[in-house]
């Protein structure tokens, strides 16, 4: 979201919670104290979002890092994998890693 759009929507949420104190309590004052509250729980909502989507993406990439290692773990007396596997395993890591971006994007 543009930072315009972003202070125009924070910019019309605090005004309409404003208009509609004022209108029930008819009290500057209470007006004032509502707004603030409002604005103060706006902002650790916003925080809360950064800390979850901060907290998704460890997930991710810890959940990344285990396939890795899974992967490149070997059996001890095992063959070398055949041509075929290595490219089925490659088409298999790239189809992952898309979905994982892809995941990201959503909220």
């Known amino acids: 979201m543009p930072f315009r759009m972003f202070c125009r929507v ?10 509609t104190v004022y209108i029930a309590s008819h ?3 209470t007006v004032v104290v509502t707004t603030l509250a409002c604005s103060l729980l706006l902002q650790l909502a916003y925080f809360a979002s950064v800390l979850f989507l ?5 997930l991710v990439s810890r959940a ?3 396939a890795e290692d899974f992967g490149s ?4 007396g ?5 041509l075929d596997e290595v490219t089925n395993e490659s088409a298999d ?3 992952r890693d898309q979905m994982v971006a892809i ?5």
Not at 54 to 58: F, T
Not at 73 to 76: A, F, I, M, Y
Not at 103 to 107: I, N, R
């Open 27 to 29: 009290s500057v004052g």
């Open 103 to 107: 995941s990201l994007l959503l909220p």
């Open 64 to 66: 990344g890092q285990r």
């Open 10 to 19: 924070l910019g019309l949420v605090l005004c309409s919670t404003a208009l």
């Open 93 to 95: 890591l790239l189809q």
């Open 73 to 76: 773990c070997k059996e001890v």
């Open 54 to 58: 901060i907290w998704r993406s460890g």
């Open 78 to 82: 095992s063959e070398p994998p055949d």
